[in-house]
Structure formats: structure tokens, C-alpha cells
């Protein structure tokens, strides 16, 4: 079941860049699949709804490539679902380690448009072969970056597992986290501040007093 | 039915148009590989200069590709200029995508799709990819079929629809969703760590949530996401200490 995740990284990878538009890559979609497959499902989904709101606020328009939050979602998950045993401590560790790399990863995608242009540059009446291969150049880099990235930080973490002290860090924490974010990736939406207050508290009233 | 089924080769095409995306001519590569196989189906030559310009710059929102294919098509039966008109509304479809698709349709999914998981069932976050997906197929299948019918008139018919508006209403459930979201996560975290004061925490998650807002307001996005990384860093080390490594 485990070795599903590697062509699902390059289906990743396709999705993101350049095939299908099924929004099957995003971050909250990746953590919960991973969590699914491969154990911990709250913990991974967890972490996939906290880089799915930064990834929300990064649009892709333009030439702008936008972070690679599908690479954090799955690096994150994969090292969460393997962990012997799942603390809050490591799970925080570990999103810091996802955010980080996430500016290496985005610069593949930026390096797979680079050899495009290349393949485009010397045969651009070769549609299907320039079309073929980028897809083929996609779904390596899912492969390589998203599947070898995990595999190899989940090494890393599992390495370092008896020499780290890792602080104690609550779950409370990571939903303030939430909150603030949730904050942030509100500025983004079109509504007074009064009325996204109100709207937050009926929201809150709603979930508090029926559900 | 051969044209429907010739439809659905078309729009399962499209799924792969992106494949040669580069920062020289961006989609224009997948464009031209999408336009050229009907363009000899319909028996249509272009001049020499629009062949070669078939294959140039051209960037869209994937969703509304067969909308401007059909446009294309229709300007190029019509023995007008077909490339101008691709390369006029192209942009004009990539505002529209944005508005519908990233900016209220993905939104919203991600909230309700995060409120199925916590609320109904883990298989909820299907909603996402399933929802996102049937409107991606949808517009590709109407705007084809609208684009080579309507020609240049197709952005008028979907300006009738208001995307931006429907943009401003899912912004607003979003931010409800949000609230109810939040009382999800302190009523998880009161499961895992017994809270002793609980209004506390409360106040606590809505100052982070204005925090939030503020930040949004006053600081620009490469400051925020250093600041972000500083933050997750300084919180570590001010719980934890700074004596991470030792023997």
C-alpha cells in the first residue's frame, strides 16, 4: 500500500503543474490521503489544513510559480504517518522542516519550466513530444522531490530521534496557530472587519450550540 | 454522438495541455497542440504567419482553454484574425478563472471540505478534488461549446454570470466556516490537554485570529513569511530552550 504513495507523488506533481486541474494535489487533499494510507490520519490531516491556508493565499497567477505547499503537505505527512510515536513535539519539529524546504522544492518546478523552454527552444513544431515530455519531466520531479524528499527526511528525523530534544510544544498551540492564520488568510477575503467578526462569532455560535 | 464523443476527446485532451508550460510562450505549446489536429479536421489553413504564431504566447486559466479554442475556431471559419482574438481574450479569461476558481471556489471547498473531515466523515475531504474537478469539466465542456458558437461574444455571455460577486458571498461563508472550525479545534485540543481555563483559550484563539487579520493589513507577504518562520522558531526555542542538540 505504502508504494501506491510514489506514483501518487508523480500524480501530485502532474496535478499541481501540469496536468488535469483536479486540485487532487493540494495540501489538505495529499496529508489526508497520506494519513489515510499510511496511519495518523488527524495528525496528517492536521498539518495538511495549516499548509493548505498558506498555499490559499499564494495564487498562481501570471507568470508567478507559487510555493510548492503539496511538497510540505507530503513530506509532512509521510514523516508524521511514520513515527513510531506520534507527539505533538514532533509534529511541530516536522512542519518547520516541511516550511523550510518548501523554497527548494518550489525551485524545481521552476527548473522542469526551465527545460521546457529548452526542449521548446529546439523543436517548437514538436507539440506532442514537447507535451509528452513535460509531463513525463513532471511526474519524475513528484517522484524524485515529493517521494525521495520524504523518504529521505523521514531518515533524517528517525536519525536524529534519539540525539534531539525536541521541545514540548502543546496541541492548543498548533490550533492558535490555526487561528492566526485562519486571521491572515481572512485579510484576504472581500468583507468589512466588522462584518468578518460578526460572521466569525455566528460561525463559532454555530458549531458551539448545534453541532 | 460522434460529436459529443469527439467533445469528450477534446476535453480529456485538454487535461493535458499544460505539459510543455515554460516561461517562453507559457501554454502556447499546448495551444497550438490542442488547435492544430481540428483545424485540419475542418479543413482550415492559416497563413504562414499565423501558423507560426499558433504555437506563441498564450496563458489562460486552464478551465476556459476550449472556451478560447472555440473562439479561435469560430473567428478562423469566419476568415477573420483568430489569433488576435486568442490572444485578446486570453487574458480577459485568466481574470475571470482567477475570480471563480482560485479565488471563491477553492476557498470554499478547502473550508467545507475541512468542516466534512471534522464534523461528518474523513472521506469528506473527497468534496474537494470531486466539486473543484465537476466545475473544471463543466466550464471546459459549456465554454467549448459556447466559444465556437458565440465567437467573440462568449466573455459577454460569462460576464452575465457575475463571477466577482459570487466571489464576495464565498468569501463570506468561508469566514463563518472559519468560526466553526475554530470551536472544532479548542474542543479537540480541550480532548487532548485538559485546559484549565477554557474562556481563556478562547480569547486567546480570537486574538490570534485578529492577530492574523492585522498582520494581513500591515505587512507585506515576503516580511510575513519570514516573520512566520521566525515566529515558529523564537516559539521553539522560548518553550524548549535553545540546547537542542547534545550528546
Known amino acids: 500500500m505504502e508504494l501506491l504513495l510514489i506514483p501518487l507523488a508523480g500524480l501530485w506533481s502532474m496535478d499541481r503543474s501540469t496536468a488535469f486541474n483536479f486540485m487532487i494535489s493540494r495540501p489538505l487533499v495529499v496529508a489526508a490521503v497520506i494519513g489515510g494510507i499510511s496511519g495518523n490520519f488527524i495528525w496528517c490531516f492536521a498539518g495538511g489544513i495549516l499548509f493548505e491556508i498558506i498555499g490559499l493565499m499564494d495564487m498562481p497567477v501570471g507568470t508567478r510559480i507559487s510555493r510548492d505547499s503539496t511538497f510540505a503537505a507530503f513530506v509532512f505527512a509521510y514523516v508524521i504517518a511514520h513515527l513510531p510515536v506520534v507527539t505533538t513535539e514532533y509534529c511541530f519539529f516536522t512542519l518547520i522542516i516541511a516550511y523550510v524546504l518548501v523554497f527548494p522544492a518550489t525551485y524545481s518546478i521552476v527548473f522542469t519550466r526551465w527545460i521546457n523552454k529548452k526542449l521548446y527552444q529546439r523543436s517548437p513544431h514538436r507539440e506532442s513530444f514537447l507535451i509528452w515530455t513535460g509531463q513525463a519531466i513532471a511526474f519524475a520531479r513528484g517522484v524524485i522531490v515529493y517521494a525521495g524528499g520524504a523518504v529521505l527526511i523521514s531518515w533524517l528525523i528517525e536519525y536524529a530521534a534519539g540525539r534531539l530534544i525536541v521541545p514540548s510544544v502543546s496541541f492548543l498551540w498548533l490550533v492558535i496557530f490555526f487561528c492566526f492564520l485562519a486571521g491572515y488568510f481572512s485579510g484576504f477575503l472581500t468583507a468589512s472587519m466588522r462584518l468578518k467578526i460578526a460572521l466569525l462569532l455566528l460561525g463559532g455560535a454555530f458549531a458551539w450550540l448545534i453541532l | ?247
Open chain 2, 1 to 247: 454522438m460522434a460529436n459529443l464523443i469527439s467533445i469528450f476527446l477534446l476535453i480529456v485532451k485538454s487535461f493535458f495541455y499544460q505539459g510543455n508550460y515554460n516561461t517562453e510562450n507559457m501554454q502556447g505549446t499546448g495551444f497550438a497542440w490542442l488547435a492544430r489536429p481540428i483545424l485540419k479536421r475542418r479543413g482550415i489553413t492559416l497563413s504562414e504567419e499565423h501558423d507560426k504564431e499558433l504555437g506563441a504566447y498564450f496563458n489562460t486559466n486552464p478551465s476556459f482553454v476550449t472556451a478560447l479554442l472555440g473562439i479561435f475556431l469560430k473567428e478562423c471559419q469566419n476568415g477573420n484574425n483568430g489569433i488576435m482574438a486568442k490572444n485578446a481574450y486570453s487574458s480577459a479569461f485568466a481574470a475571470l478563472g482567477d475570480s471563480f476558481f482560485w479565488h471563491a471556489l477553492r476557498p470554499l471547498l478547502c473550508f467545507v471540505s475541512i468542516f466534512l473531515v471534522l464534523y461528518v466523515s474523513p472521506w469528506g475531504i473527497a468534496i474537494y478534488p470531486i466539486v473543484y474537478g465537476g466545475f473544471h469539466i463543466l466550464f471546459l465542456f459549456f465554454g467549448g461549446l459556447v466559444g465556437s458558437v458565440l465567437g467573440l461574444n462568449t466573455i459577454t455571455l460569462f460576464n452575465r454570470f457575475r463571477f466577482k460577486e459570487w466571489a464576495n458571498i464565498v468569501d463570506k461563508v468561508s469566514i463563518f466556516i472559519i468560526g466553526a472550525l475554530i470551536v472544532k479545534g479548542l474542543e479537540y485540543s480541550s480532548s487532548y490537554e485538559a485546559s484549565d481555563n477554557m474562556l481563556l483559550v478562547t480569547v486567546l484563539a480570537f486574538a490570534a485570529f485578529i492577530g492574523g487579520v492585522f498582520v494581513y493589513n500591515k505587512v507585506s507577504r515576503p516580511v510575513f513569511a519570514m516573520g512566520l518562520l521566525i515566529l515558529l522558531l523564537a516559539t521553539l526555542g522560548a518553550v524548549g530552550g535553545y540546547n537542542i542538540w547534545i550528546q
